[in-house]
T-cell receptor, first 113, second 112 residues
């Protein structure tokens, strides 16, 4: 099945640093989503983007829906230890594609105190 | 509070045995999904269901079976035909085709 190209695969940063990760696709999506997964748990939705060019913030998180509809990025500002986890991007075609999400491979974030 | 519940959290199975993973949601969502997660491989779709009594194969359906007799429930059976069943299994639901998923907390299956 198709998957998104998510990068970087992993990041090791110091507490207080900013983080940036992105996803690209050869296909157009109508919705971009960003999830965070804590160890041993299911992913939790962080931000949903529904419109090309849309820039949305959720606290220290900021995400953008690329203008071409083929990419998205997620920024985390002033990282803290609880930001540790796996971050997934996901694209949704919607409509007749029955809502099947296409996921990126994930970015593993480690934050050193 | 509405949510999606997977049980059990940890499951051990002997080789050659079938095992069923439970997934229940009280969000009144029409669509439900099963994903498998292996280290470094992201999420792979096993089966999905858009409506009661209907389901479709995902990308890695071989060795798995599902049923959707009730809107709230979408159990996954891992059969003995699944060659490498040890993994973390995630169930999800969504309101319709234009919204993202709500995930359960997962079941870790280990074949011993």
């Amino acid at each position: 099945g198709q998957q998104l190209n998510q990068s970087p695969q992993s990041m090791f940063i110091q507490e207080g640093e900013d983080v940036s990760m992105n996803c690209t696709s050869s296909s157009i999506f109508n919705t971009w989503l960003w999830y965070k997964q804590d160890p041993g748990e299911g992913p939790v939705l962080l931000i949903a983007l529904y419109k090309a060019g849309e820039l949305t913030s959720n606290g220290r998180l900021t995400a953008q829906f690329g203008i071409t509809r083929k990419d998205s990025f997620l920024n985390i500002s002033a990282s803290i230890p609880s930001d540790v986890g796996i971050y997934f991007c996901a694209g949704l075609l919607g409509g007749t594609s029955y809502g099947k999400l296409t996921f990126g491979q994930g970015t593993i974030l480690t934050v050193h105190p | 509070d509405g949510g999606i519940t997977q049980s059990p959290k940890y499951l051990f199975r002997k080789e050659g045995q079938n095992v069923t993973l439970s997934c229940e949601q009280n969000l009144n969502h029409d669509a439900m999904y099963w994903y498998r997660q292996d280290p470094g491989q992201g999420l792979r779709l096993i089966y999905y269901s858009q409506i009661v009594n209907d389901f479709q194969k995902g990308d890695i359906a071989e060795g798995y079976s599902v049923s959707r007799e009730k809107k709230e429930s979408f159990p996954l059976t891992v059969t003995s035909a699944q060659k490498n069943p040890t993994a973390f299994y995630l169930c999800a639901s969504s309101r319709d085709s234009n919204y993202g998923y709500t995930f359960g907390s997962g079941t870790r299956l280990t074949v011993v």
